[in-house]
């Protein structure tokens, strides 16, 4: 079963950057697609941004686009969130998935939290 750990969060004040990483523990990594969610005090989850298999096609939330960057790195079974010029409203918890396929299965992190704050 794949498993995966985030990692990255913290305190950081408005304006500032942070990356976040979301390792996972086995090397059929390379196969999945993967996405980066939050969610926020008293708001439903929401899906940030997603990258294929390759790394190929990434896409964003309308909110974090232009300031947030997915990547991954197959080779180290890791896909990474840099966010940048954070602002408050992004404060949440985030969490990391996986899916191997359309319709299947998504495996989920256990949640980093990110705090933006003066």
């Known amino acids: 079963q794949l498993q995966l750990v985030e990692s990255g969060g913290g305190l950081v004040q408005p304006g500032g950057s942070l990356r976040l990483s979301c390792t996972a523990s086995?090397?059929?990594?390379?196969?999945?697609?993967m996405f980066w969610h939050r969610q926020a005090p008293g708001k439903e989850r929401e899906l940030v941004a997603r990258i294929t298999s390759t790394g190929g096609t990434t896409s964003y939330a309308d909110s974090v686009k232009g300031r947030f960057s997915i990547s991954r790195d197959n080779a180290k079974n890791t896909v990474y969130l840099q966010m940048n010029s954070l602002k408050p409203e992004d404060t949440a918890v985030y969490y990391c998935?996986?899916?191997?396929?359309?319709?299947?299965?998504?495996?989920w992190g256990q949640g980093t939290l990110v705090t933006v704050s003066s």
């Open positions: 998935s996986a899916q191997y396929a359309l319709g299947g299965s998504l495996y």
């Open positions: 086995e090397f059929t990594f390379s196969s999945y697609t």
